[in-house]
């Protein structure tokens, strides 16, 4: 059974950082993309970053260009977010995604999503 | 960016009733475009890929259809468990992948 598991999110004040965790399981993990998505609870997905299985390419959403870092270990089979520099507009659930092809060349769409950790910047 | 604009934001149906949610795409995503469930303080669950694809598990009742810019997910024969929000993604062309505004699909 596949799954994912996030953590790390929590309360931080703006310009902090955080590092958020999503552990795979029941799947070959380095041979797939994945993502981070975010959603203000209640209301619509954006899209954050994603990262190819095979050569490591990264993609970012303008809004997080230049502050969030997407990484991978797989022989941990661990997604990353770092983080930085945080903005109350960074406040949002935000859930690590798999993509549904085993070539690992770029994200698509999620077929498994990992039930989410919250992330809230405020003073 | 692909903006994603799905209507109605609302759709008010009976159980056992036939439900059309539509998707439209500023411009051409041939048929890139997935569809997702969303129910509260759940993670979104595939339903449909490559516009007309149901997902492994997804029921039969669930059906995707459309190209290009118009899109259209139908669920017939309403079930309880239906009633949830729906957003449809498009992949086409990204940076960035964007999702529409959702769905909410209610009970009447």
């Known amino acids: 059974e596949v799954q994912l598991v996030e953590s790390g999110g929590g309360s931080v004040q703006p310009g902090g950082s955080l590092r958020l965790s999503c552990i795979g399981s029941g799947f070959t993990f380095r041979n797939y993309a994945m993502s981070w998505v975010r959603q203000v609870p209640g209301k619509g997905m954006e899209w954050v970053s994603s990262i190819s299985g095979s050569s490591g390419d990264t993609h970012y959403a303008d809004s997080v260009e230049g502050r969030f870092t997407i990484s991978r270990h797989d022989s941990e089979s661990t997604l990353y977010l770092e983080m930085n520099n945080l903005r109350s507009e960074d406040s949002a659930v935000y859930y690590c995604?798999?993509?549904?092809?085993?070539?690992?060349?770029?994200?698509?769409?999620?077929?498994?999503w990992g039930q989410g950790t919250l992330v809230t910047v405020s003073s | 960016e692909v903006v994603m604009t799905q209507s109605p934001a609302t759709l008010s149906l009976s159980p056992g009733e036939t439900a059309a949610l539509s998707c439209r795409a500023s411009r051409s995503i041939t048929t890139n475009l997935a569809w997702y469930l969303q129910k509260p303080g759940q993670a979104p669950r595939l339903l449909i890929y490559g516009a007309s694809t149901r997902a492994t598990g997804v029921p039969a009742r669930f059906s995707g259809s459309g190209s290009g810019t118009e899109f259209t997910l139908t669920i017939n024969s309403l079930q309880s468990e239906d009633f949830a929000v729906y957003y449809c993604?498009?992949?086409?062309?990204?940076?960035?992948?964007?999702f529409g505004q959702g769905t909410r699909l209610e009970i009447k």
């Open positions: 995604a798999k993509d549904l092809s085993s070539t690992g060349w770029y994200f698509n769409f999620g077929d498994y």
């Open positions: 993604q498009q992949y086409n062309q990204w940076p960035p992948l964007t």
